[in-house]
Every structure is written in structure tokens, then in C-alpha cells.
């Protein structure tokens, strides 16, 4: 979860990428295969891209697990 790209050290080598495109939030979740544990693999990432800055409620956090969840159903 980056709360804000144009501020955010993590995110310093691909400022003018997101600045570009107006783009000041990210929050992404994993899409784990269904291995359980260990033997999860990482499948990709379900990720929402905000043209403001800041970080997701409990609420959101919620809808971005199910999304992942629906992406590994199908993806798998």
C-alpha cells in the first residue's frame, strides 16, 4: 500500500511515471495459489490505482481480498 506516489520514498525511481498519469495512490493485494501455506505460489497481483492520495479503509481492504480471491478462481 502506498498512500501517496509522489511523496513515497519506495516509489522515488517511478515518480514521473505515476505523476505523469496523475496517479497519487496503489494499493495492491497478492493472488496466492490455493497450495495453502508453503506451497502457495504468487500467481500475480490485483491492483487499484487512485487519483488521489490515500489508504484504504477496512472496507477496502475487504473488496481488494475478494478481488484477489475471484482473480486466483480464475486464473486457477
Excluded: K, Q
Excluded at 6 to 20: C, H, I, K, S, Y
Excluded at 27 to 49: C, H, K, N, Q
Amino acid at each position: 500500500i502506498v498512500g501517496d506516489m509522489w511523496t513515497d520514498p519506495r516509489v522515488t525511481p517511478l515518480r514521473e511515471l505515476f505523476a505523469g498519469y496523475h496517479i497519487r495512490a496503489c494499493w495492491s493485494m497478492p493472488i496466492l495459489s490455493d497450495g495453502g501455506g508453503a506451497e502457495s505460489r504468487t500467481l500475480g497481483t490485483f491492483a487499484v490505482y487512485r487519483f488521489r492520495p490515500g489508504e484504504p479503509d477496512r472496507a477496502s481492504l475487504e473488496v481488494l481480498e475478494r478481488a484477489a480471491h475471484v482473480a486466483r478462481l480464475a486464473i486457477e
